[in-house]
T-cell receptor
Framework: ETGVTQSPTHLIKTRGQQVTLRCSSQ?????VSWYQQALGQGPQFIFQYYREEENGRGNFPPRFSGLQFPNYSSELNVNALELDDSALYLC?????????????FGPGTRLLVL | AQSVAQPEDQVKVAEGNPLTVKCTYS??????LFWYVQYPNRGLQFLLKYITGDNLVKGSYGFEAEFNKSQTSFHLKKPSALVSDSALYFCAVRWAGSGNTGKLIFGQGTTLQVKP
């Protein structure tokens, strides 16, 4: 296994609500990226955190935000949920400066917005 | 804009036969190309990459990929498919200007089905 865990595995919310997804990275991995994978699509980069600071962002609105903690865990927060936010959310952790292919992906959290 | 396309939603092959999963790309500058595999309820797993050098790159589980600059393609191949290769495969390109970070642009994925 990759050593990257995500919780919860599944989640159902209603439109307008807020959600927090969690990721626990491998020890020492100070870089975490979040991706959104809609059904039938490839993952889309949301943002990356390095040493608790946002370090790059994809084409996602500000209602998508994140936090990274010193214990190598991180959160993805989504406010004002919309139906189109229904997707599999993946986190991936790595050591800063290491090749991108060394990042490890978690199994994802599947979010359904009704 | 950088992009990756996987023209086939699904590829079906018989076990023991060679397989090809197609990928074309559009990038500015030199491409950094990757293949990942996704099994149900598991995270993406890295298979192989092309950065520079030989056009034929070898990766995990017997997979290889051929980089073709003139055709802007990076097709994934395996000489002899296994039933256990059945999964969802993604081609990806590293986002220009992202440096050596985890900012990847993925194709839409191709489901590989290997029949016994």
């Amino acid at each position: 296994e990759t050593g990257v865990t995500q919780s919860p595995t599944h989640l159902i919310k209603t439109r307008g609500q807020q959600v927090t997804l969690r990721c626990s990275s491998q020890s020492g991995h100070n870089t975490v990226s979040w991706y959104q994978q809609a059904l039938g699509q490839g993952p889309q980069f949301i943002f990356q955190y390095y040493r608790e600071e946002e370090n790059g962002r994809g084409n996602f609105p500000p209602r998508f935000s994140g936090l990274q903690f010193p214990n190598y865990s991180s959160e993805l927060n989504v406010n004002a949920l919309e139906l189109d936010d229904s997707a599999l959310y993946l986190c991936a952790s790595s050591l800063e400066g290491q090749p991108v292919e060394t990042q490890y992906f978690g199994p994802g959290t599947r979010l359904l917005v009704l | 804009a950088q992009s990756v396309a996987q023209p086939e939603d699904q590829v079906k092959v018989a076990e023991g036969n060679p397989l090809t999963v197609k990928c074309t790309y559009s990038v500015s500058g030199n491409p950094y190309l990757f293949w990942y595999v996704q099994y149900p309820n598991r995270g993406l797993q890295f298979l192989l990459k092309y950065i520079t050098g030989d056009n034929l790159v070898k990766g995990s589980y017997g997979f290889e990929a051929e980089f073709n600059k003139s055709q802007t393609s990076f097709h994934l191949k395996k000489p002899s498919a296994l039933v256990s290769d059945s999964a969802l495969y993604f081609c990806a390109v590293r986002w220009a200007g992202s440096g050596n970070t985890g900012k990847l642009i993925f194709g839409q994925g191709t489901t590989l089905q290997v029949k016994p």
